[in-house]
């Protein structure tokens, strides 16, 4: 057993002692001694009464000591200790895009993992997988985030502490180059040790011919810069829709590496509110930034969908969402069709990032030795008392002490006032 707030039981103790002393200071009475003016008290019977209070009753003083421990120990809060030596372990399972056979993940988990550990399957998101359906994992189309799996695993791991003494996190992943972001390595140090890391193969991505299919007139602005880059063709991977999807559309955008554009010409071809008042913006980034007076007219929900492209300041321009095994990537940008702006290199340059494959283009590039080093760390594993929050954690045994403690006092309370009355 351990505590949260072990400083009350010394506080608990020093009362203990203090009413202890108390006790043998009351104890006992001075020795009586008569007044040299009580000879001039007259010889009668006295008919005054008076009451005293004395904690010589060893009951009430075993009373009162009992009620000063109950309360300090819910007040110092315990809370069971697991296993002594029982290593919880909790899994990170990589399922995204980068991952060459789901088989080998699932074997590589089976091989190592035991009753009671935990798994978290991830690729942009992460979620818990229980025994049962760990053969229902599967490869997502979606990019993997090692900076995901490690904050879903390191919350988990935390909120497990009651379960074992030390906790370690396994991480089975392809490791590919395009899982790493900018905050893993920050996500990384806030774990105080050891990560085991275990590689399964890499997808190696295929190779995708980037057409875009359209029945948009030629002269239309976004066609033209199209056709300029080379990428007009039918069949094609990438539909544009330059007015409302139809259901034919979306049904086509649900087949595996197909991208749906909807790229709305004029205002009305928009599903989105139109904004109260249009601004104009100078600057809008995908892969490539534009730069240009470009016309803000409606409000992006940015919960519609991955962004993929953002205005200078930050708001979504374009967002991509999944379909089927497709994507729709719906585009906030409209332009002007008398402008020479989409015969520019520039604009071609930003239109390669929104004439990507869905989650965008893959990596099957491993990450380099040093980094997977840094990711496995060192040290021992990590004590569960660690990884244990006081703010967050509770006891299940407080509200019984203080209720015991509570009870013990109204005891000492009653015992008490019959003592003083039979006095």
């Not at 544009?240 to 649900?254: F, H, I, K, T, Y």
């Not at 892969?287 to 007076?293: N, Y």
């Not at 660690?386 to 019984?400: F, I, K, N």
Request: net charge positive; hydrophobic share 50%; with cysteine.
């Amino acid at each position: 057993m351990s505590f949260l707030l072990p400083s009350a039981l010394v506080f608990g103790a020093i009362a203990v002692v203090a009413t202890i002393a108390a006790h043998f200071i009351t104890r006992s009475r001075p020795r009586p001694e008569p007044l040299p003016t009580a000879r001039f008290v007259p010889d009668r019977p006295l008919r005054a009464r008076a009451r005293t209070l004395s904690l010589a009753d060893l009951a009430l003083l075993m009373l009162r000591l009992a009620a000063i421990a109950a309360l300090a120990a819910a007040v110092a809060a315990p809370i069971p200790t697991a296993v002594r030596g029982r290593v919880l372990r909790v899994f990170a399972v990589d399922q995204s895009r980068a991952v060459a056979r789901i088989g080998e993940v699932r074997d590589s988990l089976r091989a190592i993992a035991r009753t009671g550990d935990f798994v978290l399957a991830f690729d942009t998101s992460a979620s818990v997988v229980s025994s049962a359906r760990l053969d229902s994992l599967a490869v997502s189309p979606a990019t993997g985030s090692l900076s995901t799996a490690l904050t879903a695993a390191i919350g988990m791991a935390a909120r497990a502490t009651a379960h074992a003494d030390s906790v370690e996190l396994v991480i089975v992943s392809a490791f590919a180059g395009e899982e790493m972001d900018d905050a893993t390595r920050r996500i990384r140090e806030s774990w105080p040790g050891r990560i085991r890391l275990v590689p399964v193969a890499r997808a190696t991505p295929s190779t995708v011919a980037i057409r875009v299919e359209s029945l948009v007139p030629a002269d239309d602005p976004i066609i033209a810069a199209i056709a300029l880059a080379g990428l007009r063709g039918a069949p094609g991977s990438i539909r544009l829709v330059r007015g409302q999807p139809s259901s034919n559309d979306s049904l086509w955008a649900r087949s595996a590496d197909r991208v749906l554009l909807h790229w709305p010409a004029t205002s009305s071809d928009a599903s989105w509110p139109a904004r109260d008042r249009v601004d104009t913006v100078g600057a809008v980034t995908s892969t490539a930034t534009l730069v240009a007076r470009l016309p803000r007219v409606w409000n992006v929900d940015p919960s519609g969908g991955q962004p993929v492209a953002r205005w200078i300041d930050g708001e979504p321009a374009a967002a991509e969402r999944p379909v089927g095994d497709g994507c729709l990537r719906d585009v906030a940008i409209l332009l002007d069709p008398a402008s020479d702006l989409t015969l520019r290199p520039a604009f071609r340059s930003f239109l390669q990032g929104l004439l990507g494959p869905c989650g965008g283009g893959r990596s099957s590039t491993p990450l380099p030795t040093e980094v997977l080093d840094s990711l496995r760390g060192a040290g021992p594993l990590v004590p569960s008392s660690v990884l244990r929050d006081p703010h967050e954690t509770t006891s299940p045994w407080t509200a019984w002490l203080l209720g015991v403690g509570a009870l013990l006092l109204i005891v000492e309370l009653a015992a008490r006032r019959h003592q003083t009355v039979d006095t």
